[in-house]
């Protein structure tokens, strides 16, 4: 359930952030771009500023893709287990960023990996977070055949997440078509879950949506690269496309 807070004016008290891997990448040819992983740790230092409560779950995207490793004949579960490690890495990076900024942050695998992180414990993310630490949840659900993006429902599920925030690189929504190739895109202001299952409009893989749909936890898909963007979903303003089972965002238009 949303609350609202006179201390910090947000209307979230704990909020699971889904960071794909190609926003690490930023516009260079390397899997990680320094000045890319900064930007993000400091989106996030910012959050922190408002008292918010926040885990993230980060995606490997920008190092290996599973299911391109499947088409040139790997195996499946071997390929996705290889794009977990993946998102070992990328956790890594951004804890760095994180801690040199002055953000206590703990980084928890869902495959045992404990030279360079916990082992994911539901009971101790949640205590994590009430200290005030950001928690970084790797490895994906630990499973094969399940995305990040199932990861991050799951997740935002079992910490009690007030919402699921879905970091978008560069794109500011959900369209009904490509704005990359089609200027006459529109953007959704509001979705209901089924709405964006049938117009299959891959907001996020079907299962995890399911996920949020069945367990009505709401979704704001946004642009993680607008400056300012997530403060501003703090505060209740309508930012990006909000999906959710046909509430209405009260929220002010940024």
């Not at 190609?22 to 959050?47: F, H, K, M, N, W």
């Not at 009430?130 to 429902?153: H, W």
């Amino acid at each position: 359930m949303v609350t609202g807070s006179v201390e910090n004016e947000t209307v979230y008290r704990r909020v699971l952030l889904k960071v794909s891997g190609e926003s690490l990448q930023g516009a260079g040819r390397d899997c990680i771009d320094p000045a890319a992983v900064g930007y993000v740790a400091d989106q996030i230092t910012d959050v922190r500023a408002h008292g918010v409560q926040l885990a993230v779950v980060v995606g490997g995207g920008n190092i290996w893709r599973g299911a391109a490793a499947e088409r040139h004949g790997m195996e499946r579960s071997t390929a996705d287990y290889a794009g977990m490690v993946a998102t070992v890495i990328n956790g890594l990076a951004l804890q760095d960023a994180l801690e040199r900024r002055g953000v206590t942050t703990r980084t928890q695998s869902a495959l045992t990996i404990q030279a360079v992180a916990e082992p994911y414990i539901r009971r101790r993310a949640v205590r994590h977070l009430e200290k005030g630490r950001v928690v970084l949840f790797c490895a994906g659900a630990g499973n094969p055949y399940m995305s990040t993006d199932t990861a991050s429902a799951l997740r935002a599920l079992e910490i009690g997440a007030d919402v699921l925030l879905m970091a978008k690189n560069g794109v500011d929504g959900v369209y009904d078509s490509d704005p990359r190739t089609n200027p006459d895109a529109v953007r959704f202001g509001n979705l209901e879950y089924l709405d964006a299952v049938n117009r299959r409009l891959e907001v996020m893989d079907s299962t995890a949506m399911t996920l949020c749909m069945d367990n009505d936890m709401p979704i704001i898909v946004f642009d993680i690269f607008e400056q300012g963007a997530m403060s501003h979903i703090l505060r209740g303003d309508a930012v990006g496309t909000t999906i959710n089972g046909g509430e209405q965002n009260a929220g002010s238009q940024w």
